[in-house]
């Protein structure tokens, strides 16, 4: 379910007393029925309602699907999947899921463990992903991925960087640089490594007999 901290006025926003609003999505029993979270059919699922509107930051410890709005952070530290098909004006940072974006992201970038996949719009800062980012929908920003895809109705302008693939199908409509971002080189020890170390050991003796 969702705790939240602060109190609900009669627009039905929600208001933190602390300087920091935060708020907290768990998998727990459901509690009071006023809270405009709903538990779905998915027992590591929460729904935040059309019409709700938040105020706060939300740590999320399940996969989260936000129907609302929010005006605030969304951070997991495990592999939630977040899916916006309300609007937020936020960043968004889960460490090991995805992030997929079908209504509105305002103000705010997107990291990213595994993928992302927007086909809502996209106007904030930049969007980082492990894996691959899809896009089939509005953007405004960077875009930096594994592999990247756009899709027929992307549109759209920024900075583009991959490392592996990019594809653009025929139709879209995208302004900016596009660059291939080289791999890291890892230090591999030999043999010559070896016969460097053994310069700097004091030399040995020979002895004969005779």
Excluded: W
Excluded at 13 to 21: A, C, G, L, Y
Excluded at 49 to 58: A, C, F, M, V
């Amino acid at each position: 379910m969702f705790l939240k901290r602060g109190l609900s006025d009669e627009s039905g926003d929600v208001k933190s007393n602390d300087e920091k609003p935060s708020a907290e999505v768990t998998s727990l029993e459901p509690s009071a029925a006023a809270t405009p979270v709903s538990k779905s059919r998915t027992s590591n699922s929460n729904t935040i309602l059309k019409g709700s509107k938040l105020i706060g930051d939300i740590n999320v410890t399940c996969d989260l699907e936000l129907s609302g709005d929010i005006e605030g952070n969304i951070t997991s530290e495990k592999d939630s999947k977040i899916v916006i098909k309300g609007t937020c004006k936020g960043n968004i940072e889960t460490k090991q899921g995805d992030v997929i974006i079908e209504g509105e992201l305002l103000q705010g970038n997107i990291r990213a463990g595994s993928n992302v996949t927007i086909s809502g719009k996209f106007n904030g800062g930049e969007v980082i992903a492990s894996g691959r980012i899809t896009i089939n929908g509005e953007f405004n920003g960077k875009l930096e991925g594994n592999d990247i895809e756009i899709g027929p109705g992307a549109q759209g302008k920024g900075e583009i960087l991959y490392k592996e693939y990019i594809s653009i199908a025929k139709g879209a409509n995208v302004e900016g640089e596009i660059h291939k971002v080289p791999n890291e080189l890892k230090l591999v020890k030999g043999k010559t490594d070896e016969k460097e170390v053994k310069k700097d050991e004091p030399p040995s003796k020979e002895i004969s007999n005779g």
